[in-house]
């Protein structure tokens, strides 16, 4: 089955730098590379995802890229507000998705 | 996306009893699925609630524990058995595939089993 590993488990950053969680997966019939973030007591919820036919994708302060010969992916956020301090997971899908294990984000004002 | 509701979102269960967690969701879909948190950890997927037919099972998980049930596109219930102190996490429904394969969360069921 697939196996998603993440890096790295904690991450910390000064409020306005970049932060970067890189992912790899194993099954190249993966077609799906969704990332998700989780604060405090609460569910993952969706912030970007990206599919296998597309290489980049951006949304405001967030992009993801996707290299599939070398079945990786990786979440990029830029100008770092300590709101996006969370749990972010990383996961991919073919028809049920499976997870990374988790990058705790900490943006210091 | 859609709405998920999740009950209960929280109990204190005692050691070797058995709780049935409720997922509703607002419109009819083809996939939902069954996720456990452990405090700390990633999420790992429970098994698959098939309509109309068992659950799909993933390694290390058996129906004697956690049976499943689907009785129709907007419901299923995953009920924790006999339970023990390492089955206190999130237990969380997702549903996808109908939604072009983002899965989304329901709220999640916070157990605690003393």
């Known amino acids: 089955g697939e196996n998603v590993e993440q890096h790295p488990s904690t991450l910390s950053v000064q409020e306005g730098d970049s932060a970067v969680i890189k992912c790899t997966y194993s099954?190249?019939?993966?077609?799906?590379f969704p990332w998700y973030k989780q604060e405090l007591g609460k569910r993952p919820q969706l912030i970007i995802d990206?599919?296998?036919?597309?290489g980049e994708k951006k949304d405001q302060r967030i992009a993801v890229t996707l290299n599939k010969t070398a079945k990786h992916f990786s979440l990029h956020i830029t100008e770092t507000q300590p709101e996006d301090s969370a749990v972010y997971f990383c996961?991919?899908?073919?028809?049920?998705?499976?997870f990374g294990a988790g990058t705790r984000l900490t943006v210091k004002p | 996306s859609a709405v998920i509701s999740q009950k209960p979102s929280r109990d204190i269960c005692q050691r070797g009893t058995s709780l049935t967690i409720q997922c509703q969701v607002d419109?009819?879909?083809?996939?939902m699925f069954w996720y456990r948190q452990q405090p700390g950890q990633s999420l790992t997927l429970i098994a698959t609630?098939?309509?109309?037919?068992?659950?799909?099972?993933e390694s290390g998980f058996v129906i004697d524990k956690f049976p499943i049930s689907r009785p129709n596109l907007t419901f299923s219930t995953l009920t924790v058995s006999n339970m023990s102190p390492e089955d206190s996490s999130i237990y969380l429904c997702?549903?996808?595939?109908?939604?072009?394969?983002?899965?989304?969360f329901g709220e999640g069921s916070w157990l605690t089993v003393v």
């Open positions: 419109s009819q879909v083809t996939m």
């Open positions: 996961a991919a899908s073919v028809n049920d998705m499976r």
């Open positions: 997702s549903v996808g595939g109908d939604l072009g394969n983002t899965i989304y």
């Open positions: 099954d190249s019939a993966s077609n799906y």
């Open positions: 609630a098939n309509q109309g037919s068992e659950a799909t099972y």
């Open positions: 990206i599919r296998s036919n597309v």
